[in-house]
C-alpha cells in the first residue's frame, strides 16, 4: 500500500516554511532558525515535492508566496499553535492545573477550615473546575470506591474503609442544640443530663458511625440513653429539624451560627466533646493530588481547639 507522503509533513518543516514566508528570504530564514541556508533550501523544496505544489515563487531571489503558500502559511500558523496548545494542556493535566476535582464534605466542614482551604485552592489552581457535593461519612466512602468522588472530608472512624486512605484535615467539637423557644434554651448553665428527657433528633449510625457512637456515648456517661424520636440525612437536615421544634440535638460547634435565630446552642465541657475530621480518597488525578498538597500546605501547625 502506498504511502501518503503528506502524512509525513513535520511540525519543523512548518516552522522552516513560515520562516522562509515570512523573511522572504532564505539567509535571513536561515539564521532565524539557527540552521544554515542549503539545508533549508533543500527542506523547502521537499516540502513542496511532499505535497505536490509550489509554495514560493522563486526567481533570483524569494519573489514571494503563490496563492497555495499563502494558504500554507495560515494554515500551518495555525497548526502549531494548536499544537503548542495541546502539549501546554497535556502538561496542565499532567501537574494537576486544569481538569475536574470532584469533593465531598460532610455538612460541618464548610463551618471550618474547608472555605478557606477551597479559597486558596482556586486561587492557585484557577483552571480547575471544582464540583462540591455534600453528603454523609458512608455515602462518601461508596462515592470514593466508585469513582464519583476524587477526595472527601469525613468523620472518622471510618468503618470497614482500609482502601481510603486518611489524613488529618480538621478538628471540631460538639455542642447541643435546642430550639430557641423551649425552656431548656433560657437556662444559662445546662448539661448533657438536662436533655435525658427529650426528645433526640440524630443521623442514621449507618450514615455516620464514629459520631454516632461518640453522642451515644456521651449521653451515657451523663446517666441516660437518648431517647432518638427522628433521625435525618445530614447534619443540615438535623438543625432544620431542631429549628422547627422537632427535639433537640448534639451537632458540631462550628455550625452554632445555623438558624441562630431559631436555635440555641449550648457548649460541651471537657476533651469527650471533640472530634476530627479527615480527608479521604483511594485514587488520585492530578488535580486531586494538587488539591491534597494544598490542604496539607496550608494546614495550621494545630487543628485541636482546647
Known amino acids: 500500500m502506498a504511502i501518503d507522503t503528506r502524512a509525513l509533513i513535520t511540525l519543523r518543516s512548518m516552522e522552516q516554511f513560515i520562516a522562509v514566508a515570512e523573511e522572504l528570504h532564505f539567509h535571513r530564514a536561515a539564521e532565524r532558525l539557527n540552521m544554515s541556508q542549503p539545508p533549508l533550501t533543500s527542506a523547502i523544496r521537499k516540502l513542496e515535492d511532499d505535497i505536490g505544489v509550489t509554495l514560493i515563487e522563486r526567481g533570483n531571489r524569494v519573489l514571494g508566496l503563490t496563492p497555495a503558500g499563502k494558504k500554507f502559511l495560515d494554515e500551518a500558523r495555525e497548526t502549531l499553535r494548536r499544537a503548542e496548545q495541546t502539549i501546554t494542556a497535556t502538561v496542565d493535566v499532567a501537574a494537576g492545573r486544569t481538569g475536574v476535582l470532584r469533593l465531598g464534605y460532610?455538612?460541618?466542614?464548610?463551618?471550618?477550615?474547608?472555605?478557606?482551604?477551597?479559597?486558596?485552592?482556586?486561587?492557585?489552581?484557577?483552571?480547575?473546575?471544582?464540583?462540591?457535593?455534600?453528603?454523609?461519612?458512608?455515602?462518601?466512602?461508596?462515592?470514593?470506591?466508585?469513582?464519583?468522588?476524587?477526595?472527601?472530608?469525613?468523620?472518622?472512624?471510618?468503618?470497614?474503609?482500609?482502601?481510603?486512605?486518611?489524613?488529618?484535615?480538621?478538628?471540631?467539637r460538639l455542642c447541643m442544640a435546642i430550639p430557641r423557644d423551649h425552656p431548656l434554651s433560657k437556662q444559662s448553665e445546662l448539661t448533657l443530663a438536662d436533655l435525658s428527657n427529650e426528645p433526640f433528633i440524630l443521623w442514621p449510625m449507618v450514615e455516620g458511625r464514629g459520631f454516632h457512637l461518640q453522642v451515644i456515648r456521651l449521653c451515657a456517661n451523663a446517666g441516660f440513653?437518648?431517647?432518638?424520636?427522628?433521625e435525618a440525612h445530614g447534619m443540615h437536615a438535623v438543625l432544620s429539624l431542631v429549628s422547627v421544634g422537632g427535639g433537640v440535638s448534639v451537632v458540631p460547634q462550628s455550625m452554632s451560627g445555623f438558624r441562630g435565630d431559631q436555635i440555641s446552642y449550648h457548649p460541651l465541657s471537657g476533651s469527650e466533646p471533640r472530634f476530627d475530621l479527615?480527608?479521604?480518597?483511594?485514587?488520585?488525578?492530578?488535580?486531586?493530588?494538587?488539591?491534597?498538597?494544598?490542604?496539607?500546605?496550608?494546614?495550621?501547625?494545630?487543628?485541636?481547639p482546647s
Not at 484557577?126 to 457535593?133: A, G, N, Q, S, T
Not at 469513582?147 to 472518622?156: E, H, N, R, S, Y
Not at 440513653?225 to 427522628?230: F, I
Not at 486531586?288 to 494546614?299: G, I, K, L
Open 278 to 304: 479527615v480527608m479521604g480518597y483511594c485514587h488520585l488525578s492530578p488535580s486531586a493530588q494538587a488539591f491534597v498538597r494544598s490542604a496539607e500546605d496550608t494546614r495550621p501547625t494545630a487543628l485541636h
Open 106 to 172: 460532610v455538612g460541618s466542614a464548610l463551618y471550618g477550615r474547608l472555605p478557606e482551604v477551597i479559597r486558596e485552592f482556586r486561587a492557585s489552581h484557577p483552571k480547575v473546575r471544582l464540583e462540591l457535593r455534600e453528603a454523609t461519612t458512608a455515602a462518601q466512602i461508596a462515592a470514593l470506591r466508585d469513582g464519583i468522588f476524587d477526595v472527601g472530608v469525613l468523620i472518622p472512624p471510618l468503618v470497614n474503609a482500609g482502601d481510603v486512605t486518611q489524613t488529618q484535615f480538621d478538628s471540631d
Open 225 to 230: 440513653v437518648p431517647m432518638v424520636t427522628q
